[in-house]
T-cell receptor, first 115, second 112 residues
Framework: DQQVKQNSPSLSVQEGRISILNCDYTNSMFDYFLWYKKYPAEGPTFLISISSIKDKNEDGRFTVFLNKSAKHLSLHIVPSQPGDSAVYFCAATSIMRLYGQNFVFGPGTRLSVLP | EAGVVQSPRYKIIEKKQPVAFWCNPISGHNTLYWYRQNLGQGPELLIRYENEEAVDDSQLPKDRFSAERLKGVDSTLKIQPAELGDSAVYLC??????????FGPGTRLLVL
């Protein structure tokens, strides 16, 4: 049973436009969410995160929105640049655990930004 | 600051052979993770260490996989014997805080 879902395997957008990547989760214990970006032959790199006490977090061109009632989050990239072309992973965890935590990853969405 | 180091980067072996992967986490990071990533999927946790203690190995196929982190720093992951289905990218990650983790470049394993 997939606890973190990214239903769009791929997405193509024009340079300068908005990219919206979606993620859904099923486990109500998750209270912290992260987005990672992965280029070919490299490990995932942390992009942005959001705690369940917030519904929006912004960092430059990247904004993550969280809808707890819908168990849904999205990553907005504005404006999109060709260098943003990568696979984006949504991950979730519970930081309320007393000792350590595990991260559960979605299957990823491949973003292609066309010049 | 050096990132998470993994070696080898690529490994091709025949089925039934043993293979080992090595990971050196970021200095000061107490928590170390080994993940397996199959093609088209996200990373899946195999084992998590807090210092030298394996605190979650519930997803590690213990009949053929083993891991160690003897001094609470670097770690090795071993498969013996390897099967065709073990072909994947094996990622190591480390963290100090509870909030994010840093990944190495991974070892791409191909079992023939």
């Amino acid at each position: 049973d997939q606890q973190v879902k990214q239903n769009s395997p791929s997405l193509s957008v024009q340079e300068g436009r908005i990219s919206i990547l979606n993620c859904d989760y099923t486990n109500s214990m998750f209270d912290y969410f992260l987005w990672y970006k992965k280029y070919p032959a490299e490990g995932p790199t942390f992009l942005i995160s959001i705690s369940s006490i917030k519904d929006k977090n912004e960092d430059g061109r990247f904004t993550v929105f969280l809808n707890k009632s819908a168990k849904h989050l999205s990553l907005h990239i504005v404006p999109s640049q060709p260098g943003d072309s990568a696979v984006y992973f949504c991950a979730a965890t519970s930081i309320m655990r007393l000792y350590g935590q595990n991260f559960v990853f979605g299957p990823g969405t491949r973003l292609s930004v066309l010049p | 600051e050096a990132g998470v180091v993994q070696s080898p980067r690529y490994k091709i072996i025949e089925k039934k052979q043993p293979v080992a992967f090595w990971c050196n986490p970021i200095s000061g990071h107490n928590t170390l993770y080994w993940y397996r990533q199959n093609l088209g999927q996200g990373p899946e946790l195999l084992i998590r260490y807090e210092n030298e203690e394996a605190v979650d190995d519930s997803q590690l196929p213990k009949d053929r996989f083993s891991a160690e982190r003897l001094k609470g720093v670097d770690s090795t992951l071993k498969i013996q014997p390897a099967e065709l289905g073990d072909s994947a990218v094996y990622l190591c990650a480390s963290t100090f805080s509870r909030e994010t983790q840093y990944f190495g470049p991974g070892t791409r394993l191909l079992v023939l």
